[in-house]
Protein backbone atom coordinates (compact mmCIF):
# COMPACT_ATOMS: atom_id res chain seq x y z
CA UNK A 1 0.00 0.00 0.00
CA UNK A 2 0.83 3.72 -0.78
CA UNK A 3 2.56 4.24 3.38
CA UNK A 4 5.02 7.65 4.30
CA UNK A 5 7.82 6.41 2.58
CA UNK A 6 11.78 8.57 3.26
CA UNK A 7 14.51 8.55 1.31
CA UNK A 8 17.15 8.16 1.55
CA UNK A 9 16.86 5.29 3.75
CA UNK A 10 20.91 5.47 4.80
CA UNK A 11 22.73 8.49 4.56
CA UNK A 12 26.46 8.51 5.84
CA UNK A 13 28.00 11.97 5.75
CA UNK A 14 31.12 14.30 6.81
CA UNK A 15 30.78 16.37 9.75
CA UNK A 16 30.46 20.16 8.59
CA UNK A 17 28.26 18.76 5.43
CA UNK A 18 25.03 19.53 4.38
CA UNK A 19 22.23 17.07 4.49
CA UNK A 20 18.43 16.52 2.80
CA UNK A 21 15.76 14.40 4.08
CA UNK A 22 12.65 13.42 2.27
CA UNK A 23 9.43 12.64 3.41
CA UNK A 24 6.48 11.64 0.98
CA UNK A 25 3.52 11.33 3.04
CA UNK A 26 0.21 9.30 2.79
CA UNK A 27 -1.62 10.89 0.12
CA UNK A 28 -4.47 13.45 1.53
CA UNK A 29 -3.12 13.60 5.11
CA UNK A 30 -2.66 17.21 5.85
CA UNK A 31 -0.56 16.95 9.12
CA UNK A 32 3.34 15.64 9.22
CA UNK A 33 5.63 15.01 11.72
CA UNK A 34 9.70 14.75 11.76
CA UNK A 35 10.94 12.76 15.24
CA UNK A 36 14.87 12.09 15.27
CA UNK A 37 15.43 8.79 17.20
CA UNK A 38 18.94 7.80 18.77
CA UNK A 39 19.99 4.51 19.71
CA UNK A 40 18.00 3.21 22.79
CA UNK A 41 16.06 6.41 23.05
CA UNK A 42 12.20 6.81 21.78
CA UNK A 43 11.42 9.06 19.07
CA UNK A 44 11.77 12.55 19.87
CA UNK A 45 9.73 14.88 18.07
CA UNK A 46 10.96 18.06 15.90
CA UNK A 47 8.60 19.50 13.75
CA UNK A 48 5.11 19.38 13.20
CA UNK A 49 3.21 20.94 10.11
CA UNK A 50 -0.52 21.43 9.31
CA UNK A 51 -0.98 21.46 5.62
CA UNK A 52 2.08 23.74 4.14
CA UNK A 53 2.44 25.95 7.78
CA UNK A 54 5.23 24.59 10.81
CA UNK A 55 2.30 24.17 13.32
CA UNK A 56 5.25 23.65 15.95
CA UNK A 57 8.58 23.49 15.71
CA UNK A 58 9.52 23.43 19.32
CA UNK A 59 11.71 20.86 19.07
CA UNK A 60 14.18 21.63 16.38
CA UNK A 61 16.96 21.93 18.75
CA UNK A 62 18.99 24.51 16.66
CA UNK A 63 19.30 26.83 14.00
CA UNK A 64 21.35 24.39 11.73
CA UNK A 65 17.62 22.43 11.27
CA UNK A 66 14.70 23.23 9.04
CA UNK A 67 12.17 22.33 7.44
CA UNK A 68 9.50 22.77 4.69
CA UNK A 69 6.82 21.78 3.25
CA UNK A 70 6.03 23.94 0.24
CA UNK A 71 2.79 22.66 -1.34
CA UNK A 72 1.60 20.72 1.85
CA UNK A 73 2.63 17.33 0.92
CA UNK A 74 6.24 16.05 0.45
CA UNK A 75 8.41 17.65 3.49
CA UNK A 76 12.49 17.85 3.42
CA UNK A 77 14.35 18.15 6.78
CA UNK A 78 17.75 20.46 6.02
CA UNK A 79 20.69 19.61 8.27
CA UNK A 80 23.28 22.27 7.88
CA UNK A 81 26.79 22.15 9.15
CA UNK A 82 25.86 18.76 10.30
CA UNK A 83 28.00 16.88 13.71
CA UNK A 84 28.32 13.86 14.75
CA UNK A 85 25.83 14.37 17.10
CA UNK A 86 23.61 14.32 14.27
CA UNK A 87 23.58 10.83 13.79
CA UNK A 88 20.38 9.13 14.41
CA UNK A 89 17.21 7.60 12.46
CA UNK A 90 14.81 10.69 11.15
CA UNK A 91 11.29 9.73 11.28
CA UNK A 92 8.76 10.96 8.88
CA UNK A 93 4.54 10.47 10.08
CA UNK A 94 1.56 11.93 8.45
CA UNK A 95 -2.04 11.69 9.78
CA UNK A 96 -5.50 13.09 8.09
CA UNK A 97 -4.94 15.97 10.74
CA UNK A 98 -7.74 14.43 12.95
CA UNK A 99 -7.07 17.41 15.88
CA UNK A 100 -5.53 15.57 19.10
CA UNK A 101 -6.61 11.96 18.01
CA UNK A 102 -5.45 11.32 14.75
CA UNK A 103 -3.72 8.06 14.45
CA UNK A 104 -0.02 8.81 13.07
CA UNK A 105 1.44 6.67 10.42
CA UNK A 106 5.10 6.35 10.38
CA UNK A 107 7.63 5.87 7.58
CA UNK A 108 10.54 3.48 8.17
CA UNK A 109 12.77 6.17 8.71
CA UNK A 110 16.51 7.74 7.54
CA UNK A 111 19.50 6.59 8.94
CA UNK A 112 21.83 9.53 9.42
CA UNK A 113 25.30 8.62 10.13
CA UNK A 114 27.79 12.00 10.61
CA UNK A 115 31.71 10.62 10.63
CA UNK B 1 2.53 17.15 28.30
CA UNK B 2 1.93 14.52 31.09
CA UNK B 3 4.42 11.56 32.15
CA UNK B 4 3.73 7.82 31.86
CA UNK B 5 6.19 4.87 33.35
CA UNK B 6 6.98 1.84 32.08
CA UNK B 7 9.24 -0.90 32.70
CA UNK B 8 12.18 -0.81 30.69
CA UNK B 9 11.70 -4.48 29.91
CA UNK B 10 9.36 -7.73 29.37
CA UNK B 11 9.67 -11.04 28.71
CA UNK B 12 6.37 -13.19 27.70
CA UNK B 13 6.09 -17.03 25.85
CA UNK B 14 5.13 -17.62 23.32
CA UNK B 15 1.21 -17.95 22.63
CA UNK B 16 0.45 -16.98 26.15
CA UNK B 17 -1.54 -13.51 27.03
CA UNK B 18 1.23 -10.36 28.21
CA UNK B 19 -0.09 -7.58 30.34
CA UNK B 20 2.26 -4.22 29.57
CA UNK B 21 1.91 -1.62 32.46
CA UNK B 22 1.77 2.17 32.30
CA UNK B 23 1.14 5.06 34.98
CA UNK B 24 0.05 8.30 34.29
CA UNK B 25 -0.75 9.37 37.43
CA UNK B 26 -0.78 13.25 36.90
CA UNK B 27 -3.19 12.56 33.54
CA UNK B 28 -5.39 15.34 32.97
CA UNK B 29 -9.23 14.84 32.17
CA UNK B 30 -8.78 15.69 28.80
CA UNK B 31 -5.83 13.16 27.93
CA UNK B 32 -6.62 10.25 25.62
CA UNK B 33 -4.17 7.16 26.38
CA UNK B 34 -2.00 5.68 23.23
CA UNK B 35 -0.27 3.02 22.19
CA UNK B 36 2.44 2.75 19.67
CA UNK B 37 5.17 0.02 19.22
CA UNK B 38 8.12 -0.28 17.07
CA UNK B 39 9.09 -3.56 15.90
CA UNK B 40 13.30 -3.78 15.24
CA UNK B 41 14.06 -1.40 12.20
CA UNK B 42 10.79 -0.01 11.28
CA UNK B 43 8.68 3.33 12.76
CA UNK B 44 6.41 2.97 15.12
CA UNK B 45 2.76 1.92 14.17
CA UNK B 46 -0.29 2.78 16.66
CA UNK B 47 -2.02 -0.21 18.30
CA UNK B 48 -4.42 1.26 19.97
CA UNK B 49 -5.95 3.97 22.32
CA UNK B 50 -8.92 5.18 24.87
CA UNK B 51 -10.31 7.77 27.12
CA UNK B 52 -12.08 6.08 30.18
CA UNK B 53 -13.56 2.81 28.82
CA UNK B 54 -12.08 -0.28 27.95
CA UNK B 55 -11.41 -0.72 24.30
CA UNK B 56 -10.30 -3.74 22.34
CA UNK B 57 -9.50 -3.70 18.48
CA UNK B 58 -7.38 -6.44 16.77
CA UNK B 59 -4.49 -6.28 17.46
CA UNK B 60 -4.61 -5.51 21.50
CA UNK B 61 -6.83 -4.57 24.48
CA UNK B 62 -6.28 -1.23 26.66
CA UNK B 63 -7.54 -1.90 30.73
CA UNK B 64 -7.77 1.39 31.70
CA UNK B 65 -8.20 1.92 35.27
CA UNK B 66 -11.32 3.93 37.23
CA UNK B 67 -9.41 6.89 38.25
CA UNK B 68 -7.56 6.84 34.98
CA UNK B 69 -3.94 6.92 36.77
CA UNK B 70 -2.69 3.49 35.14
CA UNK B 71 -3.29 1.44 31.92
CA UNK B 72 -2.51 -1.96 30.55
CA UNK B 73 -1.84 -2.84 27.26
CA UNK B 74 -3.05 -6.54 26.54
CA UNK B 75 -2.06 -8.82 23.49
CA UNK B 76 -3.90 -11.98 24.25
CA UNK B 77 -1.61 -14.38 22.51
CA UNK B 78 1.78 -13.47 22.20
CA UNK B 79 3.38 -14.10 18.83
CA UNK B 80 7.27 -13.53 17.65
CA UNK B 81 6.08 -11.35 15.69
CA UNK B 82 4.86 -9.05 18.71
CA UNK B 83 8.50 -8.49 19.63
CA UNK B 84 9.04 -4.68 20.08
CA UNK B 85 9.34 -1.64 22.02
CA UNK B 86 5.31 -0.85 23.54
CA UNK B 87 5.23 3.09 24.10
CA UNK B 88 2.35 4.72 26.12
CA UNK B 89 1.81 7.93 25.38
CA UNK B 90 -0.86 10.98 26.56
CA UNK B 91 -2.33 12.76 24.26
CA UNK B 92 -4.16 15.81 24.55
CA UNK B 93 -7.54 16.26 22.57
CA UNK B 94 -7.37 19.43 22.91
CA UNK B 95 -3.17 20.56 22.03
CA UNK B 96 -0.87 20.07 20.28
CA UNK B 97 -1.37 17.19 17.52
CA UNK B 98 2.06 15.16 18.12
CA UNK B 99 3.02 12.71 20.40
CA UNK B 100 5.70 12.47 23.55
CA UNK B 101 7.06 9.03 23.47
CA UNK B 102 9.31 8.12 26.52
CA UNK B 103 11.64 5.32 26.24
CA UNK B 104 8.89 2.39 25.96
CA UNK B 105 8.98 -1.31 27.18
CA UNK B 106 10.83 -3.95 25.55
CA UNK B 107 8.98 -6.74 25.03
CA UNK B 108 11.17 -10.05 24.48
CA UNK B 109 8.53 -13.21 23.32
CA UNK B 110 10.33 -16.17 24.34
CA UNK B 111 9.61 -19.29 21.61
Known amino acids: GAGVSQTPSNKVTEKGKYVELRCDPI?????LYWYRQSLGQGPEFLIY????????DSGLPNDRFFAVRPEGSVSTLKIQRTERGDSAVYLC?????????????FGEGSRLTVL | DAKTTQPNSMESNEEEPVHLPCNHS???????IHWYRQLPSQGPEYVIH???SNVNNRMASLAIAEDRKSSTLILHRATLRDAAVYYC????????????FGTGTRLTVIP
Open chain 1, 93 to 105: ASSPGDRGLGELF
Open chain 1, 27 to 31: SGHTA
Open chain 2, 26 to 32: TISGTDY
Open chain 2, 89 to 100: ILRDRSGANNLF
Open chain 1, 49 to 56: FQGTGAAD
Open chain 2, 50 to 52: GLT
